[in-house]
């Protein structure tokens, strides 16, 4: 059974800081990996998806990185802001397979 | 507009209630999920659906009843609402050509007392 944890659970940086986000799975088997934002009330907001064959993606400022023969992905946030808080949450996809998620890590950006 | 909404929003109920929460979704996806999400544990899968014929058990199902009405439609029911019940719902879809994202609704925030 594929289990996706992250650490850490929470993480507060001053602004303009650039912070890593780990995501780790169990089951290196994945069909992809997507990296979600949750602000608090709201629901989940797509920001990277990385297909098994890809190393890397980026978008702005995040770029994720996909590690599957160790079973591992990162989130960098470069130069943060306060707009950055929320939650972070990760979800691996096995081909066939429903998304299994992470708990997520709570991040803090302060002014 | 939202892609994907749900109502309500939040919802308060007592033991026992029988309890509907709604997912309406505009991008002519087939497949529909529901979750829950409880703090430190990640979302868990309660039930999902390939179409509107197609049902499926997820990892947390018990206590727990769906209802696909229509390829945009998919209803959660609490038949006899408890306290352990208490939690963020989410709704969610994916679709052609490669169902590689998931697309979530807000979430309706459910307090059982």
């Known amino acids: 059974k594929q289990e996706v944890t992250q650490i850490p659970a929470a993480l507060s940086v001053p602004e303009g800081e650039n912070l890593v986000l780990n995501c780790s799975f169990t089951d290196s088997a994945i069909y992809n990996l997507q990296w979600f934002r949750q602000d608090p009330g709201k629901g989940l907001t797509s920001l990277l998806l990385?297909?098994?064959?890809?190393r890397e993606q980026t978008s702005g400022r995040l770029n994720a990185s996909l590690d599957k023969s160790s079973g591992r992905s990162t989130l960098y946030i470069a130069a943060s802001q306060p707009g950055d808080s929320a939650t972070y949450l990760c979800a691996v996809r096995q081909d066939g397979q429903n998304f299994v998620f992470g708990p997520g890590t709570r991040l803090s950006v302060l002014p | 507009d939202a892609d994907v909404t749900q109502t309500p929003r939040n919802r308060i109920t007592k033991t026992g209630k029988r309890i509907m929460l709604e997912c309406s979704q505009t991008k002519g996806h087939d497949r529909m999920y529901w979750y829950r999400q409880d703090p430190g544990l990640g979302l868990r899968l309660i039930y999902y659906s390939f179409d509107v014929k197609d049902i499926n058990k997820g990892e947390i199902s018990d206590g727990y009843s769906v209802s696909r009405q229509a390829q945009a439609k998919f209803s959660l029911s609490l038949e006899s609402a408890i306290p352990n019940q208490t939690a963020l719902y989410f709704c969610a879809t994916s679709g052609q050509p490669s169902y590689n994202e998931q697309f979530f609704g807000p979430g309706t925030r459910l307090t059982v007392l």
């Open positions: 990385i297909q098994s064959s890809q």
